[in-house]
């Protein structure tokens, strides 16, 4: 699943990401990418790694 279709980042490698130690939003927009072309999938991403943290 493309999560950010700007970057082509998907919700795997976001994950990745996330487990990897990116917990924080700004970080994680950083490293891998989303979030940083026109922003509409900001909320996405912040969705996806409030998810991880809490199933974490
Ligand atoms: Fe992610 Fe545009 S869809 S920056």
Known sequence: T??????GV??????DHIRGGRTD???????S???T???SC???VKNM???ELTAA
């Open 2 to 7: 493309i999560v950010c279709s700007c970057k």
């Open 42 to 44: 900001v909320s996405l």
């Open 25 to 31: 939003l700004g970080e994680l927009k950083a490293c």
């Open 10 to 15: 998907t919700a795997g490698v976001l994950r």
């Open 49 to 51: 790694l409030d998810r």
């Open 33 to 35: 990418g989303a979030g």
């Open 37 to 39: 072309q026109c922003g």
